[in-house]
């Protein structure tokens, strides 16, 4: 039970009239501070929870506190530990602060009318040092019971009267972990539903931070939280000292952006980032956005990554590589070249860089200012270049007679070892002049996707092409695939029985069995009948992560990038013309029936059986 509300049943209050203090037990009262303070400690002989003080607040507050506001703030000793149920709601507690606790319950929900009841005013809510135990099987039981309630809740994930949301050093405990991978289905379900939830509004919060923490809970919970919320008043994301290699994969894009409208700054520094490639600012965005990188291990500016550099620091947007071991070398020419164009009306916010040092590639223990660097064009030919250049031109046609030979063998070599492949893409390239026509198809496209990525398939992709195609009939896993089929039928159902397969390629693609074998049957009708299978690259992948035949689609095919500002464009011009030549097809066949086998070398490309499929 909860010290102060005990003592004062007891009526053990100790009174200090100098100092405008009230000592209950381990609790006191700050009445002298607007709001009212309240400051509890708790060891590990303590019991404490916030239920308890919930409880018993309606005979005490007005006592202890009277109606007006009040912070809580909570600090664990030797090991203490404390009872914090969601939702966090105490009558009038317009900030929690909770320093070096085991909080229990913290994943357990009273949905009573009492408590949902409650109007909440917390604006601060702030965990320091702290961890969090997490029950599976609670999860599980809420699920059950509370399906409604617990998917509106999570959704949001933090109150929407917060202001201030602080996550320091902190992190959470597994005590029912489970080493399978197969999920639930009721469980699998609510996670698909928790996707199409509609976004939360988190209409007043302007600060997260999110510090000091393991790199993939600092991933998960910031990527949680953005993807599934609407932030108009957000000003400033603290994602500082993570361990993180990359950016979050929720910063930087267009879906953050269509969310936040006032972003003034994100913090990004004393991590583990090597580059800025993750830069990214649409033209749309009207606000000035600083992104701080310092103490990071940046070691130079490509010149790819300095024309996002000065794509993303138009209208005075800024980055802030400070204290980055940063290296002079040769191949970083633009950004030496933006160096020398600052000055007070060009680029002034990045004047801090004419200051800043760079270790000399040729001596490596040399520091050297950049701006020098540049100035004095360390990168022309030396001495030793035009001797080389000497020795080449006395021996450069013996030098270009052993190159070919080389080039010659490795040419043979290859050729053979990719036979196959010279081939395949050689069947490609031919089928291109003419080709049977497609039997008539039920669906003009099918969407092979991973579950991961659903949210973006339906609300997205789908909704659009519905927007813009209503006539085109679309084929989707969950309302499409045949109950009690196995999935491997479904999917060789589905495709053949398509005249697109779109393709949403992503990492998450990559990591799925499913997905591969519906790439692989795609990938074979395209083969048969070209242009079947249109990829639609909704992120930047690693194409060395793909298998064989995923990369050497990529590489011979035209693929869409969602980046692509004509994406929509040309995704609806394909599945248009689709529709529209099935239309004149079918039209033609109920008239006269045009014969492609009349054409002598068109005819030479045919399949033997081509008469059967007309």
Request: hydrophobic share 35%; net charge neutral.
């Amino acid at each position: 039970m909860p010290w102060f509300l005990i003592y004062s049943i007891l009526f053990l209050v100790n009174f200090d009239f100098e100092k405008g203090e009230k000592i209950v037990s381990k609790c006191k009262i700050l009445y002298d501070i607007s709001p009212t303070s309240v400051i509890c400690g708790v060891t590990s002989k303590d019991q404490w929870s916030l239920d308890d003080v919930r409880g018993l607040m309606n005979n005490t507050k007005k006592f202890y506190l009277g109606n007006n506001q009040f912070t809580l703030d909570i600090e664990c000793h030797g090991g203490g530990n404390i009872s914090i149920r969601q939702p966090i709601k105490l009558p009038g507690m317009t900030s929690l602060t909770v320093r070096n606790c085991y909080i229990t319950d913290y994943y357990d929900y009273d949905f009573s009318q009492e408590v949902l009841s409650i109007k909440s005013v917390l604006q601060n809510l702030k965990f320091t040092n702290c961890k969090i135990e997490h029950r599976h099987s609670v999860h599980v039981k809420h699920i059950q019971k509370n399906f409604e309630k617990l998917l509106a809740y999570e959704k949001c994930q933090i109150s929407n009267t917060l202001r201030n949301f602080i996550f320091q050093n902190s992190s959470f405990i597994d005590l029912e972990r489970s080493f399978t991978s197969k999920i639930p289905k009721e469980e699998e379900y609510y996670k698909n539903e928790l996707k199409r939830h509609e976004k939360c509004a988190h209409n007043n919060l302007t600060y997260i931070e999110m510090s000091s923490l393991d790199r993939f809970i600092a991933e998960v919970m910031i990527n949680d939280l953005l993807q599934n919320g609407i932030f108009n008043s957000l000003n400033v994301i603290n994602m500082t000292n993570n361990d993180l290699a990359l950016a979050p994969s929720s910063l930087f894009t267009d879906s953050m952006y269509e969310t936040v409208d006032r972003l003034e700054q994100v913090d990004l520094s004393r991590n583990k980032i090597e580059d800025i490639s993750f830069l990214f600012i649409p033209i749309m965005f009207n606000g000035q956005l600083n992104v701080d990188l310092t103490r990071n291990i940046i070691t130079e500016i490509s010149n790819q990554d300095m024309k996002k550099l000065k794509s993303f620091s138009r209208l005075r947007n800024r980055v802030n590589i400070k204290e980055n071991p940063l290296i002079c070398t040769c191949n970083q020419k633009l950004f030496f070249e933006f160096i020398a164009e600052i000055n007070d009306k060009n680029w002034k916010q990045y004047t801090y860089l004419k200051s800043m040092q760079c270790l000399d590639q040729e001596s490596e223990t040399k520091m050297k200012n950049i701006s020098e660097y540049a100035y004095e064009g360390m990168c022309k030919k030396t001495d030793s270049s035009g001797v080389s250049e000497g020795i080449f031109e006395r021996n450069k046609y013996s030098i270009i007679g052993f190159s070919l030979v080389i080039l010659a063998s490795v040419f043979a070599c290859l050729l053979y070892k990719y036979k196959y492949r010279i081939a395949q893409l050689y069947r490609a390239k031919t089928t291109v002049q003419c080709h049977c026509p497609d039997n008539p198809k039920h669906y003009d496209a099918f969407i092979s996707y991973s579950s991961s990525d659903e949210r973006w398939v339906y609300d997205i992709l789908y909704k659009r092409l519905q927007s813009f195609l209503p006539d085109v009939s679309i084929c989707l896993h969950h309302k499409d695939f045949i109950p009690g089929a196995c999935i491997a039928e479904n999917i060789i159902n589905s495709v053949e029985n398509s005249r697109y397969t779109l393709l949403v390629l992503s990492s998450n693609f990559i990591e799925s069995e499913w997905c591969q074998m519906e790439f692989q049957k795609a990938f074979h009708q395209t083969l048969k009948h070209r242009r079947h299978l249109l990829v639609l690259l909704i992120e930047d992948i690693d194409f060395t992560l793909l298998d064989y035949d995923l990369r050497f689609f990529l590489e011979t095919y035209t693929y869409l990038k969602y980046s692509d500002k004509l994406f929509w464009q040309k995704l609806t011009g394909t599945l248009q013309m689709s529709t529209k030549g099935d239309k004149t097809r079918q039209m033609s066949t109920k008239g006269d029936k045009i014969s492609h086998s009349s054409n002598p070398a068109c005819k030479q490309l045919l399949p033997p059986d081509y008469e059967s499929c007309v």
